[in-house]
């Protein structure tokens, strides 16, 4: 029986964003994914993402009969570590993708941003709530995309399905899928806290950070490290790296994944 790959998105990007990494993953994994983290009314976007991490939950209950491997980027990876935590049974294997996790330093100030509302200064939530999500048609909206310096390392194949699986047509031209009220609202409650998190982690796990993250310290990496005992590893490249880089983005998950179920 071929190993399920539960990938799970950044905020912002739905999961078939990544089709190109998944294409590059599929002669080894069966991939599985939830569309668009957050967007379930039944799954609300709350502090420290709790009903996040059942609706991921829940997607393995209800979709799979096994263990899965999950991996996760960046918000992705934050769920899955928490999923992992909670039911480590439901996984066999987890790999973080530059996952935002922060040391008690930097998590106080996370706090300290909710208690004063200050959220939108300290995290991308401002950026979000005032993100531009309507264009006249798909090409405007490429034009769009391609000017901006979030997308100017993307893997041209992953620009296109940018604009393919993340707008969709509408009555005036396109718009984005995933929605800035939810995304802004993800950012503004990140979890602050991982220092005592329930349990520790009991399943086999990795860290790979991306080389030039503006989201991630190197104190950060020693925190996760040190509280998760996860095997730490770089990939070159910004945080978007899975969608600038897919194809060595994939090779180098194959090779850790090897290493963590000892199938190498």
């Known amino acids: 029986m071929r190993d399920i790959l539960h990938f799970s998105h950044a905020n912002g990007f739905p999961a078939p964003v ?3 990494l998944f294409a590059a993953l599929s002669d080894r994994y069966t991939i599985g994914y939830l569309d668009m983290i957050g967007h379930d009314p039944r799954f609300p976007v709350t502090d420290s993402w709790p009903h996040l991490v059942e609706e991921t939950l829940h997607t393995l209950d209800t979709r799979y009969g096994q263990p899965v491997i999950g991996v996760g980027h960046s918000l992705g990876g934050v769920i899955t570590l928490l999923a992992a935590l909670r039911r480590p049974q439901a996984f066999r294997a987890v790999v973080l993708l530059d996952a935002p996790i922060f ?3 930097r998590s ?3 706090w300290l941003g909710k208690r004063l509302g200050q959220t939108h200064r300290i995290t991308p939530a401002g950026a979000a709530f005032r993100r531009r999500a309507h264009w006249p048609d798909a090409a405007s909206a ?11 390392e993307f893997d041209p194949e992953a620009l296109h399905d940018y604009v393919e699986f ?3 047509p509408g009555p005036q031209g396109v718009h984005l899928r995933f929605q800035p009220q939810i995304e802004g609202q993800i950012f503004a409650t990140l979890p602050h806290s991982f220092a005592r998190p329930a349990g520790s982690l009991r ?8 080389a030039r993250s503006d989201v991630i310290t190197p104190a950060d990496l020693r925190f996760i490290q ?3 005992g996860l095997t730490m590893l770089e990939h070159p490249g910004r945080h978007l790296f899975p969608l600038e880089q897919p194809d060595s983005t994939a090779a180098q998950l194959k090779t850790v994944l090897d ?5 190498a």
């Open 203 to 210: 399943v086999p796990g990795a860290y790979i950070a991306s």
């Open 108 to 110: 106080r100030m996370i």
């Open 142 to 152: 490429v034009r769009h995309f391609t000017g901006k310096a979030l997308f100017a």
């Open 166 to 168: 993340g707008t969709t």
């Open 259 to 263: 290493g963590l179920l000892g199938t």
């Open 226 to 228: 040190r509280r998760f």
């Open 103 to 105: 040391n008690p330093w």
């Open 18 to 20: 990544y089709r190109k």
